[in-house]
Nanobody, 127 residues
Framework: QGQLVESGGGLVQAGDSLRLSCAAS????????MGWFRQGPGKEREFVAA????????YYADSVKGRFTISRDNAKNTVYLQMNSLNAEDTAVYYC????????????????????WGQGTQVTVSS
């Protein structure tokens, strides 16, 4: 069984940066797409960013494009989400997810395509 564990959340000021980590274990996640989603208070879960573990191809939600960067470290089996210029709208629980079999990039934004999920990490941005 695969397991995803997020870390790195916290309370920051508007304009600050934060880096989230997602450590994968229990099975091989090579060849999959890894995604970050978030769910703010009173909101539905929304797509943030995704990366192909093999090719490194990335895909972003428009709301974070230019501010957030997703990356992976194959040796550490870890995916990162570097978040810059944070604002109050970024306040949410951030979830890491893995999709074992998924189509081209537009499908990467659909949460139903993902098979494994982490427990989430809270990010709070104070204005």
């Amino acid at each position: 069984q695969g397991q995803l564990v997020e870390s790195g959340g916290g309370l920051v000021q508007a304009g600050d940066s934060l880096r989230l980590s997602c450590a994968a274990s229990g099975r091989t996640f090579r060849g999959v797409v890894m995604g970050w989603f978030r769910q703010g208070p009173g909101k539905e879960r929304e797509f943030v960013a995704a990366i192909s573990w093999n090719s490194g191809y990335t895909y972003y939600a428009d709301s974070v494009k230019g501010r957030f960067t997703i990356s992976r470290d194959n040796a550490k089996n870890t995916v990162y989400l570097q978040m810059n210029s944070l604002n109050a709208e970024d306040t949410a629980v951030y979830y890491c997810a893995a999709a074992l079999l998924i189509g081209p990039a537009p499908a990467w934004a659909q949460s139903r395509e993902y098979n494994y999920w982490g427990q989430g990490t809270q990010v709070t941005v104070s204005s």
